[in-house]
């Protein structure tokens, strides 16, 4: 508005009266003549008579405010160094400390750009606490694929992955705070005409401001709200009421006024393809699969990665993503351990395949008693049929036989006596592994490694799970993972570190996509419940966390100890309380039996062949869960993220629950999407519960109430605040609930 017009001094009426004046006085001239056509009509205008409007104060150093102030924004990178993580549309929330001086109201807005700078989204926040200046947003990157890396569509989603931004701008919000000071004084009869005034002179700035994004309707409706709001024909009540209602509102909600914008640095994700987060493993050793007992030796003939296509069927049949496949190489024979660790193999003992290396070949060689290279990428082939992704473990440790130890001797560790150290971790010993000294030629050995993974890349893998990285240096992988990545930015990493937080918080900093976990050890309602937060929280976007049952290394004296009941449990657990989680195979069969005095299964299978009978799996009805479990995570996609976990009072302490959910916005299908998961955590006795459901948290009205499908069993249940629940180890060991209303 011009500002001679903003000087002048005269009241919105009068304004507005000589505007009407005016068009009266065309219509009139157009009427007595017929060759001049009549002026456009124009929007509706007042004059500015109240507050200057807030200003954006340019902020040209690091740690300058804004006109309105942003602290706290979760979450922050570390050193701002290292972006959060999420998968491609996977839902994420982000919260910041919003405010100005004095009572004045102020807005937040989250605006998210692609990795090109383009904005892809600009969404409101909610203020969540008035008294810290707590505001929330759940946003998303893009939108959810389920395409593979081999798919022809995945050029498209390739494009899409990046480092992207959100930027969250916080503006003073002069209509909530107009219409603050302007109902109360419109009910008290207090200075009423200069505070409608001062709505109408705001409403119709809000529909000239390019800002707001309004399309041409909006701006009418505002422009007449602006007109209604300054006629001085109608009631104070009616003039207020113009700019008070749920079509003004509705705008408010959508494209607001924003005053005085203040975005905050932009926050930095680095968005990862599909499957980064979400995915389902199944781990199998390819020599067990096809195993059989000779009937005239009465020796185990292993299988091959040809008998081995058996069990890309069965994780198929079962639902999962990932086949996860052990180390396939060359097996030494100096030092080999036997069954159960044992120091000395007998004559048909195979070794552990993660003792790698022989005259045959290292890491670079498939182990010719499994087949070649050309049957390996059959079964990878075979597996992407399916849609299945194949994981090889890629352990970077080498038996005294590894062709590396001749052709470069000063990567490993010697002895004064000049020998070589084998791997030790007193008072345990690996006499048949040689670890890696990465201080005499780390360069040498990254390019070695990344020679090694492009070679199994081409072959068809997609995904390393590597063995123990934290006891190689963090700056070796964040080489060789840039390396490989930049060539091959499709390529996934899990890291097996069960170790110190730090360092499983650096490997998640350098590129290591998901993480084993403690969730093998969290057992207790209360340990439960809390690593639930710290793995679908604020750690989720650095560290994704992929619960495990089971593994080779670890069987626990929970599953030990609970029988059927008890591997029930924990696969609830693991597929409803992370995105990523995994089975090693036989857990379907109840392999439950400890090695005495350590908690890993006797005759472990890192040390000999198992022959196992499939058939027998429908005694235990493990395999159905598993199959339902990965329907459900499949079904509700859209519910699981690292950051949507809310865990439920529970009156008992073995009955644990807790709730996933997205809102409507971000799911794809316009509806919101929550998973309930209650789960009796003892596999002997039968327990009861009340659990409290905060229905408005999970958009449903409480007047109407939530009515819920359990998804495993499909009863149909109504839910209120509190509920109550029952749940017994010999009929169901957990309810998984939708929210159908």
């Not at 509706?44 to 102030?69: C, K, M």
């Not at 040498?444 to 934290?470: K, Q």
């Not at 819920?708 to 605040?721: I, M």
């Amino acid at each position: 508005m011009p500002a001679a017009t903003a000087k002048s001094g005269k009241s919105a009426a009068s304004t507005a009266t000589a505007t009407r004046t005016r068009k009266k006085s065309t219509a009139k001239t157009t009427r007595k003549t017929t060759t001049r056509k009549a002026p456009a009509k124009q929007p509706f205008t007042v004059a500015l008579v109240g507050e200057t409007p807030a200003p954006s104060i340019p902020v040209t150093e690091p740690g300058q405010f804004g006109r309105v102030n942003i602290l706290d924004i979760t979450p922050n990178e570390e050193r701002g160094t290292y972006p959060g993580r999420v998968e491609l549309g996977e839902p994420f929330t982000m919260t910041a400390q919003v405010f100005i001086e004095g009572r004045t109201k102020v807005g937040a807005t989250a605006v998210v750009r692609n990795h090109r700078g383009k904005e892809m989204a600009r969404v409101p926040m909610t203020c969540t606490n008035p008294g810290l200046d707590r505001w929330q947003v759940t946003l998303a990157c893009g939108e959810r694929s389920n395409v593979k890396p081999w798919d022809p569509e995945f050029a498209a989603v390739k494009r899409q992955l990046g480092e992207w931004t959100v930027t969250i701008e916080g503006w003073e919000d002069t209509y909530a705070s107009w219409l603050r000071d302007a109902r109360i004084k419109v009910d008290v009869h207090d200075d009423v005409e200069n505070a409608l005034d001062s709505g109408a002179e705001l409403l119709a700035r809000w529909a000239a401001t390019a800002d707001a994004k309004l399309n041409a309707t909006e701006r009418k409706t505002l422009q007449a709200a602006a007109k209604a709001a300054a006629d001085r024909t109608l009631t104070p009540a009616e003039r207020l009421a113009a700019a008070d209602n749920e079509t003004i509102a509705a705008l408010h909600e959508s494209n607001p006024l924003r005053d005085g914008v203040s975005p905050s640095e932009p926050q930095r994700f680095r968005v990862e393809r599909p499957g980064s987060s979400f995915a389902a493993w199944y781990q199998f050793f390819p020599r067990s699969e096809g195993a059989y007992v000779d009937p005239d030796t009465h020796k185990i003939v292993q299988g091959t990665l040809k008998t081995a296509l058996s069990g890309l069927e069965r994780a198929k049949a079962e639902g999962f993503d990932i086949v996860y496949l052990p180390p396939i190489f060359p097996i030494g024979v100096t030092n080999r351990k036997g069954r159960n660790n044992a120091l000395a193999a007998g004559p048909d003992d195979p070794g552990s395949p993660f003792g790698i290396g022989s005259e045959l070949g290292g890491h670079d060689t498939v182990d010719p008693l499994l087949g070649t290279m050309d049957d390996f990428k059959a079964l990878t082939a075979r597996a992407h049929e399916l849609g299945l992704e194949i994981a090889l473990d890629f352990a970077l440790q080498c038996s005294p036989d590894h062709p590396w130890v001749k052709a470069h001797p000063n990567w490993f560790r010697t002895k004064p006596d000049g020998t070589i150290a084998f791997a030790e971790n007193p008072p345990k010993k690996y006499q048949d592994i040689y670890p890696i000294d990465f201080n005499a030629d780390m360069a040498g050995i990254e390019r070695e490694v990344e020679r090694i993974m492009n070679l199994w890349i081409e072959a068809g893998v997609t995904i390393f799970r590597v063995d123990n990285p934290h006891t190689k240096p963090v700056r070796f992988w964040q080489d060789v993972i840039a390396a490989v990545t930049k060539k091959h930015p499709e390529v996934l990493f899990l890291a097996e570190a069960f170790t110190r937080p730090g360092m499983m918080r650096a490997l998640s900093y350098v590129g290591f996509t998901q993480s084993h976990c403690y969730f093998p050890w969290r057992n207790t309602k209360e340990e439960l419940e809390e690593y639930l937060g710290t793995t679908n929280g604020d750690d989720g976007y650095y560290q994704h966390n992929t619960f495990w049952p089971t593994t080779p290394d670890i069987l626990t004296a929970y599953v030990r100890d609970n029988g059927i009941a008890g591997h029930a449990v924990r696969a609830v657990l693991a597929a409803m309380g992370s995105p990523s989680w995994g089975i090693y195979n036989g857990y379907e069969l109840i392999e439950n039996k400890q090695r005495p005095g350590f908690e890993e299964q006797i005759d472990n299978e890192k040390y000999e062949v198992k022959v196992r009978d499939w058939s027998e799996t429908s005694k235990y009805g493990i395999a159905e869960l598993l199959t339902s479990l990965n329907a459900i995570r499949r079904n509700h996609k859209a519910a699981f993220s690292y950051h949507n976990v809310t865990v439920l009072p529970t009156s008992d302490p073995s009955i644990l629950s807790f709730a996933r959910h997205t809102p409507a916005e971000l799911t794809g299908t316009g509806k919101a999407e929550t998973l309930i998961a209650v789960v009796n955590l003892d596999g002997h006795d039968a327990h009861q519960a009340t659990v409290h459901f905060e229905m408005p948290d999970f958009d449903v009205d409480p007047d109407q109430g939530a009515h819920l499908r359990d998804e495993l069993t499909g009863r149909e249940f109504d839910w209120g605040w509190d509920n109550f629940v029952s749940l017994a180890p010999w009929a169901d060991v957990a309810h998984i609930f939708t929210v159908v209303r």
